[in-house]
């Protein structure tokens, strides 16, 4: 029996055409936010806390990204379009804190 050996060549230089086979050219990362904004909260002390108030705010239409300082209490978060403060202030509230109040990007 005969082994035959098949060689493929590709005339395109960004890799295989449809990618599936894991040897095409990496997706392009997700587009960057539209807003950001940042927020103070209160009353969050530890993990715990942080993790309740990024779980709530991801739940809000358009929040694309959550990122908590525990030790100033500043909350910035990313989305596809303005947020309302009282859809912010419904999310930290039903986490369980205080929204004091927008403080920019």
Not at 22 to 31: C, D, F, K, M, N
Not at 77 to 98: F, H, I, M
């Amino acid at each position: 029996m005969s082994e035959t050996t098949v060689t493929v060549e590709s005339s395109s230089t960004e890799g295989s055409c449809c990618g599936s086979c894991g040897t095409g050219a990496p997706e392009a990362p997700a587009t960057a936010a539209a807003e950001r904004a940042v927020f103070q909260v209160k009353g969050m002390t530890c993990g715990h806390c942080v993790n309740s108030v990024t779980t709530e705010l991801k739940k809000v239409a358009g929040v694309t990204e959550v990122a908590v300082d525990l030790a100033t209490g500043r909350v910035t978060v990313d989305s596809t379009a303005p947020l309302a403060d009282t859809d912010v202030a419904a999310a930290v509230d039903e986490a369980g804190y205080d929204l004091v109040g927008r403080l920019g990007a």
